[in-house]
């Protein structure tokens, strides 16, 4: 029975404890985006419609390249 008087605190302490990192984790934005992951895993990499890809196609397009029409 000694042990139900040590085992009670115990178990209240941790439970506050989890229950103070699951506020920090909610403060910090960690549950923000849950399906974010789950979609991003679908995309296409080369996606030319990706803000990433977005810089490499303007790059891409900014070069003149001659063309075979051109009389120059």
Excluded at 9 to 19: D, E, K, S, T
Excluded at 40 to 60: C, S, V, Y
């Amino acid at each position: 029975m000694e042990v139900v008087y040590t085992l009670i605190p115990g178990m209240i302490l941790i439970g506050l404890i989890m229950v103070g990192i699951l506020i920090w984790a909610v403060k910090r934005g960690q549950y923000d985006d849950l399906e974010g992951d789950g979609n991003r895993i679908l995309m296409d990499d080369d996606d030319p419609n990706l803000p990433a890809n977005q810089q490499e196609k303007t790059a891409r397009d900014a070069r003149s390249w001659p063309d075979a029409d051109n009389d120059d």
